[in-house]
């Protein structure tokens, strides 16, 4: 295992661009599968959860090639033509991939098998399996819904409506790829609005997707059978990558940095709501749109943050970045009050817990609650870090190993990580990337 320590940074300056966005990554190697033609796709993220995704897409009949300039090209196999697998579809550690694909097969006659590495195989299903079920797919999971899991997709399937029981974009994603080869009109309602990468894309691919208001909740229509048209996709960077330098720039002094081409599509954005709430200092340069989401550069620079109590409704636009907002809160003046975050103990690793253990070794002051983490920050001193041999025990969670570097670029003693290949699923050049604005 690649033991790593992090240690306090000089000032965090010049330009970087980080990888393209994973859930629209997912999404552009999907859809362009299913549509008929060829599809050209650009700043598609190169880490091992879309390259899985990749991977399935061709065991169903689609032709997925890179080209040497980095772009990928799709031939689709067609909705309503993909191929049944030979072999078990391997997901490795994408929940995003294994929820959204049990959608997609759940409408075709196709039998499949999905399985996942250790950490994915302990994380649940029974969300998507509910609702697919009630369209007429069948299932075979694991104990407590886990993978491995055998699907049998039905053709026709049954159109339903369906009321998210949680906000979870995977799941309403996973009904509407559905509906997509259903008779009929497929609904979602979602109480609370969650990430719209889904709507905006299919609708790109040529999909009837309506969305609509109902009694203060958002409902979205998707009529089935649909004929998917090619598209070029252009893929903006991720502002869940983006977040570790956000946080990295404003906890360090003197910082003065630029992440280019990050996407701020409003059910995605909520670090930058969150972190200016705390005093970030974030501005949007060149603002513009990219293949149907805003996108702009962000300036960031070192800034005092304060403690603030953090509203639960922002939880779905920003889920996978309050392991590194918890890092900034460690090291703010006050106390962060984080609520609504039962959703965390269910993620890579239960990320309430374990970025409650490893702040503690870096010696902040975080005490633990059922739905989150009540952080006392330093008041902009740096963190004690780990001692004595101690390391961070990541639990194979790519964000919290890359949380607890930051964590480290502010810390005394540096901060030393039990393992950082699972970086790799989601940010592969991370390290380079924090070595290069630090030097």
Same mark, same amino acid.
């Given at each position: ?21 994973? %859930? ?8 362009? *599968? ?5 599809? @050209?796709? %650009? ?6 959860? !879309? ?5 399935? +897409? @061709? ?7 890179? #080209? ?19 072999? /078990? ?5 994408? *929940?995003?991939? &294994? ?18 590495? /250790?950490?994915? %195989? ?17 299932? #075979?999971?694991?104990?407590?819904? &886990? ?10 399937? !049954? ?18 790829? $559905? ?6 009109? &497929? ?7 969650? @990430? ?38 252009? !893929? ?12 990295? /720039? ?19 954005? *909520? ?17 513009? #749109?990219? *293949? ?10 070192? $800034? ?14 920003? !889920? ?12 703010? #003046? ?16 239960? @990320? ?14 975080? $005490? ?32 919290? $190993?890359?949380? +607890? ?14 393992? &950082? /290949? ?18």
């Amino acid at each position: 295992m690649p033991i790593q320590t992090f240690t306090s940074s000089r000032a965090l300056t010049g330009r970087i661009r980080v990888p393209g966005d994973k %859930s629209i990554s997912h999404r552009a190697l999907m859809f362009a *599968g299913l549509a008929v033609g060829t599809s @050209r796709i %650009s700043g598609l993220l190169e880490g091992e959860d !879309v390259l899985a995704s990749a991977a399935a +897409m @061709r065991q169903l009949g689609a032709q997925v090639e890179r #080209e040497a300039d980095g772009t990928w090209v799709v031939n689709g196999a067609g909705l309503g033509s993909l191929l049944e697998p030979k072999q /078990a579809l391997d997901m490795g550690n994408s *929940g995003t991939s &294994t929820r959204l694909m049990m959608g997609l097969l759940a409408s075709h006659s196709i039998t499949a098998t999905f399985t996942g590495d /250790a950490s994915l %195989s302990g994380r649940p299903m029974n969300r998507v399996i509910e609702p697919l079920s009630q369209m007429g797919a069948s299932f #075979e999971a694991s104990s407590g819904g &886990t993978l491995p899991c055998m699907l049998r997709g039905v053709s026709p399937a !049954v159109p339903i409506t369906y009321r998210l029981p949680v906000a979870s974009a995977q799941v309403k994603s996973a009904v509407l790829l $559905a509906g997509l080869n259903t008779p009929g009109i &497929t609904r979602v309602i979602e109480p609370v609005a969650t @990430r719209d990468h889904t709507e905006r894309m299919l609708t790109g691919f040529g999909a009837t997707v309506e969305v609509s208001e109902e009694s203060g909740e958002r409902v979205i229509s998707i009529h089935g059978e649909a004929d998917l048209k090619p598209m070029d996709v252009v !893929v903006p960077g991720d502002p869940s990558s983006a977040a570790f330098f956000l946080v990295a /720039a404003s906890i360090v002094p003197g910082s003065d940095l630029v992440v280019e081409n990050v996407g701020l599509n409003p059910t995605r954005a *909520g670090i930058v709501h969150a972190l200016r709430q705390m005093g970030a200092d974030i501005e949007e340069l060149f603002p513009r #749109e990219v *293949g149907g989401e805003p996108v702009a550069d962000l300036r960031v620079r070192h $800034a005092p943050l304060k403690g603030a109590e953090i509203d639960p409704a922002i939880v779905p636009s920003m !889920v996978d970045e309050f392991p590194v907002l918890f890092v900034a809160a460690a090291v703010a #003046e006050g106390t962060t009050v984080t609520t609504g975050l039962e959703e965390l103990r269910v993620k890579e690793s239960d @990320r309430l817990s374990t970025m409650a253990d490893a702040l503690k070794l870096a010696g902040a002051h975080v $005490a633990e609650h059922e739905d989150g983490l009540t952080i006392i920050g330093t008041g902009g001193e740096p963190l004690r870090g780990t001692q004595d041999g101690a390391k961070v025990v990541t639990k194979l969670d790519h964000r919290i $190993a890359m949380a +607890m570097a930051v964590a480290g670029l502010a810390s005394r003693d540096g901060v030393a990580i039990d393992d &950082t /290949a699972p970086i790799a699923t989601s940010f592969p050049d991370f390290t380079d990337l924090l070595e290069r604005a630090s030097s």
